[in-house]
Structures are given as C-alpha cells and as structure tokens.
C-alpha cells in the first residue's frame, strides 16, 4: 500500500513537500514515480526515480522546481516542490512500477498506486 501526504493550499512561490510511504512491501524493488491529475484533465507523469536512486526523470513543465528522492531504509520517496505554479495545482499520485526504466513514466506501466494528495496553488 501507497500512501501519499503533504499535499495542501499554498500561494504562487511557495513551496511542498510531499511524501510517499509504503507499507506492506518494500519500495527497493521498484521505480518510483509521482503522477498529477488536474480536473478535467488526464493523469500525467510528473517525476521518477530509478530503483537505486542514480537515475531520474521529469516533466519539462517542472525541471529546475521539483526534486524526486527515495529513502529505501525508510520506504518512502519524496517530491520536493519549489516555486510552485498555479498550474501545478492538481491530485497527486505516486506510484510503483517494476518495469524497464525506459518506460517508467508512463501511467499505463504502474504496478501499484497510491490515494492521491490534493495541491492547490493559488495565484
């Protein structure tokens, strides 16, 4: 089980934290990845995380704001979030995959996902 927190109401600059803890399994086997739907729109890939922690992957839309980072010794793995946006305003997922890390950003290779956390940015 994913579990997902941090999320809430910030203005325009700020910044959150999130985080991920899993239960019931251990995450070192899986790639890790954050994922956001917005209403109305379809879920998409924000940030992942290779199994080790070497590799990384973002959207363009959050490079040089967001920072993925996993603590395997503690199950969990974080999205670091600054300067955030209006249109960062969504649910946030993370997610678990054992797929090839090639296709670790894509929605559709997800083995496990977490309830959401609501993020609301207000301009």
């Known amino acids: 089980q994913l579990q997902a927190s941090g999320g809430g109401l910030v203005q325009a600059g700020d910044s959150l934290r999130l985080s991920c803890a899993a239960s019931?399994?251990?995450?070192?086997?899986?790639?890790m990845g954050w994922f956001r739907q917005a209403t109305g729109k379809e879920r998409e890939f924000v940030a992942a995380?290779?199994?080790?922690?070497?590799?990384?992957s973002y959207v363009d839309s959050v490079k040089g704001r967001f920072t993925i980072s996993r603590d395997n010794a503690k199950n969990t793995v974080y999205l670091q979030m600054n300067l955030l946006k209006p249109e960062d305003t969504a649910v946030y997922y993370c997610?678990?995959?054992?797929?090839?890390?090639?296709?670790?950003?894509?929605?559709?290779?997800?083995?496990?996902w977490g309830k959401g956390t609501q993020v609301t940015v207000s301009s």
């Open positions: 997610a678990a995959s054992n797929t090839v890390w090639s296709s670790a950003h894509s929605v559709y290779a997800m083995d496990y």
């Open positions: 019931g399994r251990t995450i070192r086997s899986y790639h």
């Open positions: 995380i290779s199994r080790g922690g070497a590799g990384t």
